[in-house]
Structure formats: C-alpha cells, structure tokens
C-alpha cells in the first residue's frame, strides 16, 4: 500500500493540475460562442455515458476548422515560435560563460553568485519588464548614456521593436538558463579537462571536445526552461514590442477578453500544446533510446 502510494501521488497530481484543466479546456474548444455569460453554449450538459455519447455523436471541431481558415493564427504560431528558437539561443549564449564562470569560481564564492543570479526573482516580474521601458525608450536611460559617450548623435528606435522583446525575454528568462547548466558545470571532475590538455589539446579544443558534451543534459534543460514558457509570453511582447510584435499569447489574449470567443481561444490553446508536447515526447524517445544502445 505504501508503494502505490508513493507510486500514484505523482499521477493524481498530473490528473489534478494538468489532466482536468486539459479536458476543461478541450470542453471550451468543443462548444459553441454564444452572447451570455460565460459566452459559449456547452455541449455536455447531460451528465453520465449518453451525455458523453451525445458529445461525441455531436463532435464537428468547427473551431479548430475555424483557425484553419485566417492566417492568422498561422502567423501567430510561426511567429511565436521564430521569437521563441532565437530567444532561447540569445539566452544560452549569455548563460554559458555565467554557469561556466560561477563554476570556476572559488567554492567560498559560489553561494553568494548563486545568490545574485538568483536575485532578479526577489522582485515582480511585472516591475522588472516596465523597468525595461525607461531603459530602452527614446529618452531612456541607455540612449542618453549612448549620446552621453559621444557614440550615437541621435536616439536608437529599440523600444517597441523585436529587438526589445528579445532583450526583455534574454533578461527575464536568463535564471533558468543559468541554473541548469550551472548544476551541471559544478558536478564536472576538473582533471578531465586537465587530462584532455596533457593529451595534446589545446585549452579550446578540450573545452568544445569535453566541456560542451559533458554539459549537454544541462544546456537541453535550459533551452527548454526557456524555450516552452516564452513560445506564450504575453507580458513581454505587449510591454515592450510593438504593432508588428504577433505572438500567440496576445492573440490568446484578444479571443479571450476582446472578442470573448471562448472556444476559439481555447482551440488555439490545445494547438499550441500539442505543438510543444509532440516535439518533446519525440526527443525524450529518442534520448531514451540512445541511453539503450549505449547500455
């Protein structure tokens, strides 16, 4: 009974939190918009098996033929995914040589490294994005150092652009680069890049030979740390892009609370899960796989 029970908490805890909210989304997604409140008209309103034969019987998907029709939602995903593939590359550049860093450092120092990176959570995420706005508009704080130096002569147009979503997303999300491959990098045996050096390598070469593969389990961890949450941001974008600025977070946003279409917007929800849960099943297969092989 103890095993079952240790066996099962992690299932009712994926029931709970992510199977029930699942099947009230996909509920949504398989009513119909109505102008009452809440404004869909549900299909399953008889409880028991006929209710649910009624459901099924009744099944026309007529919301998910709907976002085939407007590109879009078409635009929205490939958008959101292009901000997302980019974003977390610009992330982990910047993460490397921090976790690398603070794992080189003197172990008395690393607590308190530690600390700083952790810091930033200390303070509301909403907070830190509108900080952004006094850094990079036109009279912000980065222009007038710019000018300041002498090194433009005329504001840089950041604000409002792509190129502030990216700095806003590096930022925000940088922590959860950071500690992965850190934990990594901290548990590596230093005297393998000692051996691979006195084997003929020079300082580089052991680094891109040993260092990288070994913390691969930590740099696939970041980028997904990173990469899944950002595909729907919606704070970032709105605070910081501009018109142009198409992700599918504010597009969740406007059927949601704009249009008050429900179901579409619910629809659009459970694509966009599928589109980050295939690709990870598929990888986690396929490590799997490689682990047996090399077992």
């Known amino acids: 009974m103890r095993r ?9 805890w994926l029931a709970l939190f992510f199977l029930v909210p699942f099947l009230t989304v996909l509920r949504l997604a398989l009513s119909d918009a109505d102008i009452a409140i809440p404004p869909y008209t549900p299909r399953w309103d008889e409880p028991g098996w006929a209710g649910l034969r ?6 026309d998907f007529e919301n998910f033929v709907w976002l085939t029709g407007d590109d879009l939602y078409y635009r929205a995903y490939l958008s959101s995914l292009r901000i997302a593939l980019v974003s977390t590359v610009l992330t982990l550049l910047v993460a490397y040589p921090i976790a690398w860093s603070m794992a080189k450092a ?12 952790i810091l930033p959570f200390w303070t509301s995420f909403l907070i830190r994005v509108y900080a952004w706005i006094g850094i990079l508009s036109n009279e912000g704080l980065l222009n007038q150092t710019l000018m300041a130096m002498g090194l433009i002569s005329e504001p840089l147009l950041i604000l409002n652009t792509d190129r ?3 700095i806003g997303i590096v930022y925000t999300y940088l922590p959860f ?22 084997l003929g390598c020079s300082r580089i070469a052991a680094f891109w030979r040993v260092v990288i593969p070994l913390s691969r389990p930590g740099i696939i961890a970041a980028a997904f740390l990173v990469f899944i949450p950002v595909v729907g941001e919606f704070i970032i974008p709105s605070i910081l892009g501009g018109s142009d600025t198409l992700m599918i977070g504010r597009v969740l ?12 917007a619910s629809a659009v929800a459970i ?25």
């Open 4 to 12: 079952l029970i240790v066996i099962g908490f992690p299932y009712l």
């Open 271 to 295: 694509i966009l899960l599928f589109l980050l849960i295939i690709p990870i099943v598929l990888f986690q297969r396929q490590a799997q796989r490689q682990r047996e092989a090399e077992g």
């Open 106 to 117: 003197r172990p008395a120092w690393r607590p308190t490294l530690l600390m700083l990176v």
């Open 54 to 59: 009624e459901v099924i019987a009744g099944w």
């Open 164 to 166: 502030a979503v990216y």
């Open 253 to 264: 946003w406007d059927e949601f609370f704009a249009n008050r279409d429900w179901p579409v």
């Open 177 to 198: 680069a950071v500690l992965p491959i850190y934990a990594n990098l901290e548990r590596m045996d230093p005297s393998l890049l000692e051996a691979a050096c006195d």
